[in-house]
């Protein structure tokens, strides 16, 4: 047999096609090396940067931006450096055996065991992680939030810590230049909201006080908080002989009592039961204003009896009242019978008690108790316990006296007097002020006027009418009321009239589904949740939820100014809240939330209010490691993104149960606790 092409392997076909392949190859190599050099050439760098000695964010920038680069001087440069072994110096020193036996009394525990391995009732709650403590600088850094198409988009700057003073500023009531020019501040103005101009609102992050640690849970803060967190011991000093407050080393402890009621607020509570059974706390009562509050131990004490109670006190004397109710885990808001409305609807309270609240209830005609008539709900009850009621001095009886008949003109029914309290009932309907006679004061309001127009309304010397057709007076009793379709769902100014209590159905079912979804989904289970604010309420759908799954917290709907008034028929469900606008700072005191929820509200208020404004507001009013959900349309993420890191907060981006391609998504926020 023959060899393949007489067996010369150089006439091989693969063999040439091998060989041409080679040399040209070559021949490309060869021209690209040396007809390169005059081209511009990419430069690769690492991206990974060394922290700066003070800690602020710094920005990489390509070394390729803007220059051009010579390759043969570049590889002309090159030198090859070889490691350099780590000198004795800087290897670690090991870490010290450790000693056989501790100092006495060294052991420190936290948590429930002690350090026998026993358990223990009383232990002490830690400080915070060292990954929840920031040191924040000066603020002056700015930050890069991501780099879209190879161009860098930069975010805002850090915003500054707050001077130390300003700890428990509250910017609409504390505005001291507002307060020494009003002109007159005999009625109680200057507890009233004065708030600075739009470009003197508040642009730094309130501190926390030294030594500030996590709240003690509820119920367990009911009895007691700690010193550190509210550091002020007027009220010790004030109120200690009247059962209100004491310390007892690193903590304030509260027995329960009031001024009226030194043996304790549950002996107070069954004497108001007794004395009126249909009060039936629980069931008939249910939403209850406490005026005056001190630290709050009336409505601390209603909450075991399903009786939700807003504390309610001006920012005077009695320093830091509603903050120690606040820190107790109690329902509370700073405001002050004054000169205008408050800014609860009207028929709101079935109950509204005054114990030594130091209030002149018939002063100018009675205006201020007027005030109580319009938000007392019809057949609701006023409880007054005061001097007046039971010391039969001379000029505490000419205070009884002018009381009844302001009372009896408003047609109040004095159901009992017993001791030191005093109980009115108000009437069902209109039919005893149309029966007054002629001359009879106070005359009935205009018809046209609206009892629940609140925001920033004057005090009117006129009796509130209640609606013909019986709405906000007859309610079922609680819990029915919680799921119950109010009759004044009909009567609020929106849209959609014959679909309403299809949405207030849907409303609920829509908050029910995500609140499931937070506890199977983002360990609902193990947040602890007790100061609740929705910023956006609609019709309590948010707050029904967490009620029906009995979870043990309060929620303060919130009412934006610049949708429909639906706070009637949050009152009526049996739930609290309050009208507000946005673009001002709120009636409250730093780190009062856990827990603050805002749904749909941002891209509403973007054009009315400046975004980062509101979201200062929201880290002021939250408690350092609470958090806050923020469930808006994907416009406005991004820049939420940008000012929530700004201040300090972890966030992360998710996506709704609708998937990707919703038009909404949520922004779940942590806030740290930063120090300057």
Not at 146 to 154: E, K, M, W, Y
Not at 472 to 493: C, E, F, K, M, V
Request: some cysteine.
């Amino acid at each position: 047999m023959k060899l393949l092409n007489n067996g010369d392997p150089i006439r091989n076909p693969s063999f040439l096609t091998i060989s041409i392949f080679v040399v040209v190859s070559c021949v490309f190599f060869y021209l690209g090396k040396n007809w390169s050099n005059g081209y511009q050439q990419l430069v690769f760098y690492t991206s990974r940067q060394t922290p700066t000695a003070s800690g602020a964010a710094t920005i990489a920038i390509s070394p390729n931006f803007n220059k051009t680069f010579d390759v043969s001087s570049v590889i002309a440069n090159h030198q090859t450096i070889d490691a350099a072994p780590p000198s004795r110096d800087s290897i670690p020193a090991p870490a010290p055996a450790p000693s056989a036996f501790l100092a006495p009394g060294s052991i420190k525990t936290f948590g429930i065991v002690d350090e026998n391995g026993t358990m223990a009732e009383e232990f002490e709650v830690g400080d915070y992680d060292p990954e929840v403590v920031e040191n924040w600088g000066n603020g002056s850094d700015p930050e890069v939030v991501d780099s879209i198409g190879g161009s860098f988009r930069f975010g805002i700057k850090k915003f500054k810590m707050c001077r130390e003073a300003m700890r428990e500023y509250i910017p609409c009531l504390d505005n001291e230049k507002a307060i020494r020019n009003l002109k007159s501040t005999k009625n109680g103005e200057k507890f009233e909201r004065h708030c600075p101009k739009k470009d003197q609102g508040l642009n730094c992050l309130v501190p926390a006080p030294k030594g500030y640690r996590t709240p003690i849970p509820w119920p367990k803060s009911r009895d007691e908080v700690w010193f550190r967190n509210v550091p002020h011991t007027k009220l010790v000093e004030d109120k200690g002989g009247q059962n209100w407050i004491s310390v007892d080393k690193n903590k304030f402890k509260f027995p329960g009592g009031g001024t009226q009621f030194i043996h304790g607020a549950d002996q107070y509570l069954d004497q108001i039961a007794k004395m009126v059974p249909d009060i039936a706390f629980g069931r008939h009562t249910r939403v209850v204003l406490d005026v005056g509050c001190g630290v709050a131990s009336f409505g601390a004490y209603l909450l075991s009896r399903n009786v939700i109670t807003l504390s309610i006190a001006p920012k005077d004397v009695h320093e830091n009242q509603i903050q120690f109710a606040l820190e107790r885990g109690v329902p509370a808001m700073v405001a002050a019978f004054a000169t205008r409305r408050l800014l609860y609807p009207s028929q709101a309270f079935d109950l509204i008690h005054c114990s030594r609240c130091r209030i002149n209830w018939t002063r100018d005609d009675g205006i201020l108790l007027l005030e109580v008539n319009r938000m007392l709900r019809a057949g609701g009850y006023f409880a007054w316990a005061a001097q007046p009621v039971y010391k039969h001095e001379e000029n505490l009886e000419e205070q009884w006296t002018e009381m009844v008949n302001l009372t009896t003109r408003l047609c109040w029914e004095l159901v009992k007097k017993e001791g030191y309290i005093a109980i009115w009932k108000k009437p069902l309907n209109n039919s005893c002020y149309l029966n007054h006679q002629a001359g009879t004061g106070p005359p009935l309001c205009d018809p046209d006027d609206d009892p629940d127009d609140v925001w920033y309304v004057d005090l009117k010397a006129c009796i509130t009418r209640l609606p013909e057709d019986g709405y906000g007076a007859n309610l079922p009793t609680w819990p029915g009321r919680l799921q119950n379709y109010p009759d004044r769902l009909q009567s609020i100014r929106m849209d959609a009239y014959i679909s309403r209590k299809e949405l207030f159905k849907a409303e609920y079912k829509y908050w029910k589904e995500i609140i499931d979804g937070y506890y199977r989904a983002l360990k609902w289970k193990n947040f602890r949740l007790r100061n609740v604010l929705d910023m956006r309420a609609v019709f309590g759908g948010f707050a029904a939820a967490l009620a029906e799954r009995k979870v043990d917290c309060w929620v303060l709907n919130v009412v934006p100014v610049s949708g429909p008034n639906t706070l009637p028929v949050i009152y009526d469900r049996g739930l609290i809240g309050v009208m507000h606008d946005w673009c001002e700072s709120f009636d409250t005191y730093p780190r009062t939330y856990d827990f603050i929820h805002a749904a749909g509200l941002f891209s509403i208020e973007q054009k009315r209010c400046n975004m980062s404004s509101i979201m200062v507001e929201m880290d002021r009013m939250l408690r350092p490691g609470g958090r806050a959900y923020i469930r808006d349309s994907i416009i406005v993420m991004d820049e939420l993104q940008e000012i929530a890191k700004a201040m300090g907060w972890r966030v992360t981006l998710r996506t709704t149960a609708e998937g990707p391609h919703a038009s909404y998504r949520i922004l779940t926020c942590e806030k740290r606790m930063l120090r300057g």
